[in-house]
């Protein structure tokens, strides 16, 4: 059975009614990922906050030059924090960035499902279950929680990281659940 066909439940405009820049950007996206983001359409009934959110994402996301953690550690954080809120958008979507990043469909499945399963070296459950705790019951974080991060060597710019990956997809599942977003379908085939 497919998934429902909408990306929101909320009026978008139409691409061909969208400014020349975000056209643009949209056939960017087309060529590298051979789709338009559904998230990415969601935005554009506000243009503005679709480039600060375009521009904030992949700085968080994609910048390997100001954080330490890889763009797989992101992703997994994101799938973590997804998978605490249920957010069906996000755990389709970056669910299938764990899998092509890692290079392993079952690393995939277990993130989205649960992370605890997985066989994972000490610093990336220390990583998980702080960013499981944030996610869940943030106002119990203390400095043993941020220690215990600092014992497996994460520096205090990579927590600072680590809560703002996390942040933001505690944001935008609020966003995703909101709106009713659905993930592009293409995400469920790939990388298997």
Known sequence: MPQPKHIVRISIP???????????????CEEKLGMV???????????????????????????EEDCNLTIL???????????????YYCLVAHGQAVRKISGDPQLGEMMVMNYRVAELDKRTRAMLDFVWKLTKNPHDINENDRESLRQVKFLDQDIFDICDTAAFFNYTNRLAHGLDMMPNAEYHSKNR
Do not use: H, W
């Not at 994101?78 to 809120?85: E, G």
């Open 14 to 28: 139409e691409v061909k009614e969208l400014d020349k820049i975000t056209q643009k950007y949209f056939m960017i």
């Open 37 to 63: 983001p559904n998230v990415l359409r969601a935005y554009t009934g506000n243009l503005e906050k679709f480039r600060a959110f375009t521009s904030y994402y992949n700085k968080l996301m994609l910048d």
């Open 73 to 87: 550690e992101r992703e997994l954080i994101a799938v973590v924090v997804s998978s605490a809120n249920r957010c």
